[in-house]
């Protein structure tokens, strides 16, 4: 695969104020949100390497790392590994998000993925797990609980409930180094579409043990319950996130 690449232009140059006390890697993320708007980099074209943002606007490699990834999480641009970062569709840009695995998330923030598994094992839905998946409590399921690492380091405590005859295969499965999405996948299981919220929070003992944080640190709880191409539910999870360590953003437009 051949891949565009925008260039910078040169006239209209649009220097980072260093006397500003906007955040370099703010200006830089603005100017590239510029070039998209007024279309000097295409949907599908791939922006300038980081070692270009960084000789062009005289900042430094983390700064320019920086605004892409943060331009990354907006949906405004994806990375496809080995190959560079590429300008989404307007359609996804203007999205309310995309849906991606935790594995996904973290790889578009520049960071790599790992689990500790803290258990799996066959349960009944309770009620609520029930109501969120649509079945009849005490109807099968896996519960899969991992402390979700980024970059070796604790991000987050999920907690997964599956519908047994969707997610049986995973039993058995080390999902240490490996992503549910894609495990899910491979028995034909796609997450095409999410309900998701967010929630502050303070952790509690368990979590605050699993997570490396002291008891009461802040965290976000986020919740989703996923749904197959069929719109059937077939995930609901809970996700506790490290205040400290995770950050969601989102763009908005009139
Ligand atoms: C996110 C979602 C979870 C989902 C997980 C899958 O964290 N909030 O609902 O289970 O991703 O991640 P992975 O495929 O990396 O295991």
Redesign the pocket.
């Known amino acids: 695969m051949r891949c565009r690449r925008g260039r910078i232009q040169e006239r209209n140059k649009v220097e980072i104020n260093l006397r500003s006390p906007v955040p370099k890697y703010y200006q830089l993320k603005e100017i590239i949100r510029d070039m998209i708007e007024k279309d000097e980099l295409e949907a599908g074209q791939g922006i300038p390497p980081e070692r270009e943002l960084c000789e062009r606007y005289g900042v430094s490699r983390m700064t320019a790392r920086q605004a892409v990834m943060e331009l990354v999480n907006e949906g405004l641009l994806y990375r496809v590994q080995g190959l560079g970062t590429f300008v989404a569709e307007e359609k996804v840009r203007q999205g309310t998000g995309r849906l ?6 973290m790889r578009d923030r520049g960071m790599e ?1 790992s ?1 500790k598994i803290v258990g799996m094992k066959e349960d009944e839905a309770g009620p609520v797990v029930a109501r969120m998946l649509r079945v009849d409590p005490g109807e099968r399921i896996i519960r899969v609980r ?1 402390v ?1 690492n980024a970059d070796g380091k604790p991000m ?1 405590l ?1 907690t ?1 409930h599956l519908l047994y005859g969707v997610a049986k295969g995973i039993l058995g499965v080390d ?1 240490s180094g ?6 899910l996948g491979k028995a034909g299981v796609r ?1 095409a579409a ?1 309900e ?1 919220s967010y929630e502050a929070v303070l952790v509690n003992e368990a979590e605050s043990e699993h997570l490396g944080v002291p008891i009461a640190s802040p965290a976000l709880l ?1 919740e ?1 319950v ?1 749904f197959d191409e069929a719109e059937k539910p077939f ?1 609901y ?1 809970k ?1 506790v996130y490290r205040g400290d360590r995770y950050r969601v953003t989102t763009r908005l437009s009139s």
Do not use: G, M, N, W
Not at 100 to 105: E, G, M, N
Not at 178 to 183: I, P
């Open positions: 991606t695995s935790f594995t996904q998330d993925a689990s991992r979700r987050a999920e997964s999902l490996r992503s549910l999405y894609e495990e997450a999410a998701q986020i989703r996923t995930e999870v996700s």
